[in-house]
Nanobody, 116 residues
Framework: QLQLVESGGGLVQPGGSLRLSCAVP????????IGWFRQAPGKEREGVSC????????YYADSVKGRFTISRDNAKNLVYLQMNSLKPEDTAVYYC?????????WGQGTQVTVSS
């Protein structure tokens, strides 16, 4: 199992911004697609965004398109999720994943709370 570590969560007002980071082991970004998922209380985990290891192409769920941006820094072994125009419905624990949900490669999660 790969060790992934998320950081950057917190409490923010509606309309605010946060940047999440996911630290991954060396060379992980060369071989694994990296995804951000979230799970709100009482709801199933859902995919938010992902970035391809091959060509850096990105995917966004409709609910975050235009507000969230995923990026990576291969030299620093980091993947970021820039979240702007946050809404209360974005409140959730955010997880990063390497290689897809069935891979078992998950971080511990970071809490994002959007509230006034």
């Amino acid at each position: 199992q790969l060790q992934l570590v998320e950081s950057g969560g917190g409490l923010v007002q509606p309309g605010g911004s946060l940047r999440l980071s996911c630290a991954v082991p060396r060379f992980t970004l060369d071989y694994y697609n990296i995804g951000w998922f979230r799970q709100a209380p009482g709801k199933e985990r859902e995919g938010v965004s992902c970035i391809s290891a091959n060509d850096g192409s990105t995917y966004y769920a409709d609910s975050v398109k235009g507000r969230f941006t995923i990026s990576r820094d291969n030299a620093k072994n980091l993947v970021y999720l820039q979240m702007n125009s946050l809404k209360p419905e974005d409140t959730a624990v955010y997880y990063c994943n390497a290689g897809g949900p069935s891979s078992g490669n998950w971080g511990q999660g970071t809490q994002v709370t959007v509230s006034s």
